[in-house]
């Protein structure tokens, strides 16, 4: 890690580690959806689960990202991603990074066309049904997602802190050659880290502190983006605990040089982010005001997403504290 991937606290950037991950994900899946005879293809991001930063990285260290696919279904593959830390000067490494993406395999003739997956082989019985139980559930996420993508962010004149206009945030980016696929669609990667970037003013904006990335909650796909369009990421503060944030992240695009079209939504997701002092150590955050009926409704939404998150990470921590 050079300190060009650095974020202004001195760690790597989060979407720095995000596109990392997304091209761990994207080689095992393209590598496994040719691995027979037929139409050759290439694997796209439709989305990624909940992605927890468990430990910084640092400047200076090295990156070990691992990929290894855990289910796949009709037209569709499962891939979990580590990340390692490793200090090559003690040899001391640490895992800073756990996530599940999903990935669906495109002709490489016609990027409509979607090819049907060859099949892994497990090693019991029960990581079938347990990968297609986890297959159902993102399916129905995915869905339910797609019904509320009418929502846009407008600008707010004159608004006072800590309210939702105050910290809202948008960027705009043209998409070059540079950041696109053998289709000439936008690498996942690419659109991920800009979206940190963009829930990561929101944040600062907030809290007016250091601020990093905690987890990102379910990355949804729902088109591909092409070259050549102008893509607007906006983001906006949804929720607020003690200790974290909340921040829906939309990116819009607009395809205006081969093909005029409507603008279209076309990725969903939620970041959570901490406050901390210059020490590093963590901040209370300020509490978010809310004005309107909508952003109650947000708040609450993410008042739910928030507690069963914390329900998850009890669960799962009460049965080593009784080993």
Same mark, same amino acid.
């Given at each position: 890690?050079?300190?060009?991937?650095?974020?202004?606290?001195?760690?790597?950037?989060?979407?720095?580690?995000?596109?990392?991950?997304?091209?761990?994900?994207?080689?095992?899946?393209?590598?496994?959806?040719?691995?027979?005879?037929?139409?050759?293809?290439?694997?796209?991001?439709?989305?990624?689960?909940?992605?927890?930063?468990?430990?910084?990285?640092?400047?200076?260290?090295?990156? *070990?990202?691992?990929?290894?696919?855990?289910? %796949?279904? +009709?037209?569709?593959? $499962? &891939?979990?991603?580590? !990340?390692?830390?490793?200090?090559?000067?003690?040899?001391?490494?640490?895992?800073?990074?756990?996530?599940?993406?999903?990935?669906?395999?495109?002709?490489?003739?016609?990027?409509?066309?979607?090819?049907?997956?060859?099949?892994?082989?497990?090693?019991?019985?029960?990581?079938?049904?347990?990968?297609?139980?986890?297959?159902?559930?993102?399916?129905?996420?995915?869905?339910?997602?797609?019904?509320?993508?009418?929502?846009?962010?407008?600008?707010?004149?004159?608004?006072?802190?800590?309210?939702?206009?105050?910290?809202?945030?948008?960027?705009?980016?043209?998409?070059?050659?540079?950041?696109?696929?053998? *289709?000439?669609?936008?690498?996942?990667?690419? %659109?991920? +880290?800009?979206?940190? $970037? &963009?829930?990561?003013? !929101?944040?600062?904006?907030?809290?007016?502190?250091?601020?990093?990335?905690?987890?990102?909650?379910?990355?949804?796909?729902?088109?591909?983006?092409?070259?050549?369009?102008?893509?607007?990421?906006?983001?906006?503060?949804?929720?607020?605990?003690?200790?974290?944030?909340?921040?829906?992240?939309?990116?819009?695009?607009?395809?205006?040089?081969?093909?005029?079209?409507?603008?279209?939504?076309?990725?969903?997701?939620?970041?959570?982010?901490?406050?901390?002092?210059?020490?590093?150590?963590?901040?209370?955050?300020?509490?978010?005001?809310?004005?309107?009926?909508?952003?109650?409704?947000?708040?609450?939404?993410?008042?739910?997403?928030?507690?069963?998150?914390?329900? +998850?990470?009890?669960?799962? &921590?009460?049965?080593?504290?009784?080993?």
């Amino acid at each position: 890690m050079r300190p060009d991937d650095a974020n202004i606290a001195g760690n790597v950037h989060c979407g720095t580690v995000l596109k990392m991950i997304e091209e761990a994900g994207a080689i095992i899946s393209t590598r496994h959806c040719n691995s027979q005879a037929g139409e050759r293809c290439v694997a796209a991001l439709a989305r990624v689960e909940r992605t927890d930063f468990l430990s910084p990285m640092c400047i200076g260290e090295v990156a *070990h990202v691992s990929a290894e696919i855990t289910y %796949t279904s +009709k037209h569709s593959v $499962e &891939v979990q991603v580590n !990340v390692l830390s490793e200090n090559i000067l003690t040899g001391a490494k640490r895992v800073t990074n756990r996530a599940t993406l999903w990935y669906v395999p495109l002709s490489l003739k016609n990027v409509d066309k979607v090819l049907e997956v060859p099949p892994i082989e497990y090693a019991w019985k029960e990581q079938e049904a347990e990968g297609r139980k986890r297959y159902e559930e993102q399916k129905l996420e995915r869905l339910e997602t797609k019904q509320r993508n009418g929502d846009v962010i407008l600008p707010v004149i004159n608004p006072e802190p800590y309210t939702v206009g105050y910290s809202q945030s948008s960027l705009i980016h043209l998409v070059g050659p540079s950041d696109c696929t053998l *289709h000439g669609f936008v690498h996942g990667g690419v %659109t991920m +880290k800009l979206m940190d $970037e &963009v829930a990561g003013i !929101v944040a600062a904006r907030h809290c007016k502190t250091n601020i990093v990335t905690a987890s990102v909650d379910a990355i949804n796909f729902h088109e591909k983006i092409k070259k050549g369009c102008v893509i607007t990421i906006s983001g906006r503060m949804t929720f607020t605990s003690n200790k974290s944030m909340e921040i829906e992240v939309f990116v819009d695009a607009d395809p205006f040089v081969d093909e005029p079209q409507e603008r279209y939504r076309a990725v969903s997701a939620f970041f959570t982010y901490v406050s901390l002092s210059k020490e590093g150590k963590p901040l209370p955050v300020p509490q978010l005001v809310t004005e309107t009926e909508g952003e109650r409704k947000r708040f609450e939404e993410g008042k739910g997403r928030y507690l069963q998150t914390k329900a +998850k990470r009890q669960a799962q &921590v009460q049965p080593l504290t009784q080993q």
